[in-house]
T-cell receptor, first 112, second 115 residues
Framework: GENVEQHPSTLSVQEGDSAVIKCTYS??????FPWYKQELGKGPQLIID?????GEKKDQRIAVTLNKTAKHFSLHITETQPEDSAVYFC???????????FGIGTKLQVIP | GAVVSQHPSRVICKSGTSVKIECRSL??????MFWYRQFPKQSLMLMAT?????????EQGVEKDKFLINHASLTLSTLTVTSAHPEDSSFYIC???????????FGEGSRLTVL
């Protein structure tokens, strides 16, 4: 089955700096890569996703890149703000109605 | 985006009782829903895949007689924790596939505390 590795497990950045979270996956058939933000006591919320036919996708301060050859994908948050502090999960799926495999999560702390 | 509603958000019960958690897709039909358990500071652990009109598929190590899942309609799946014990205390989260492309939307989660 699919295996998703995520690092770092914790990340502290100064407000205004950029944050990068990296993930790798094992199943070359995976073609859907969502990223979720989970705030304390709440369910995960989809913040951005990318499909295997795209190398990069950007939405305001958030961007995701995908390298299918290396089976790497990354989340980039620019101009970080304190409200970006949360746990971020990467995930991978073969799409359709298949289950999604999650990384272990990265706790991001943005220091004011 | 699609909305998934989960209820209750918090529940406290006595040991030995059963607790039902509901997961509803509010603005779309969800043929497939998923139930997860999350321990503090850990990732989501998939418990089972709930398919409308059929039996749920449980992950290895998850007791199907302990965690009863019903998906009677395209907008509702329920998880019942039977004869709950303190070790069942956890954060339970559901999710639903929003469309054929596989976009996954999560409920807000339910915090279960068994005394």
């Amino acid at each position: 089955g699919e295996n998703v590795e995520q690092h770092p497990s914790t990340l502290s950045v100064q407000e205004g700096d950029s944050a990068v979270i990296k993930c790798t996956y094992s199943d070359s058939a995976s073609n859907y890569f969502p990223w979720y933000k989970q705030e304390l006591g709440k369910g995960p919320q989809l913040i951005i996703d990318i499909r295997s036919n795209v190398g990069e996708k950007k939405d305001q301060r958030i961007a995701v890149t995908l390298n299918k050859t290396a089976k790497h994908f990354s989340l980039h948050i620019t101009e970080t703000q304190p409200e970006d502090s949360a746990v971020y999960f990467c995930a991978a799926s073969t799409g359709g109605y298949q289950k999604v495999t999650f990384g272990i999560g990265t706790k991001l702390q943005v220091i004011p | 985006g699609a909305v998934v509603s989960q209820h209750p958000s918090r529940v406290i019960c006595k040991s030995g009782t059963s607790v039902k958690i509901e997961c509803r897709s509010l603005d779309f039909q969800a043929t497939t829903m998923f139930w997860y358990r999350q321990f503090p500071k850990q990732s989501l652990m998939l418990m089972a895949t709930s398919n409308e009109g059929s039996k749920a598929t449980y992950e290895q190590g998850v007791e199907k007689d302990k965690f009863l899942i019903n998906h009677a309609s395209l907008t509702l799946s329920t998880l019942t924790v039977t004869s709950a014990h303190p070790e069942d205390s956890s954060f339970y989260i559901c999710s639903a596939i929003g469309d054929a492309d596989g976009e996954l939307f999560f409920g807000e989660g339910s915090r279960l505390t068994v005394l």
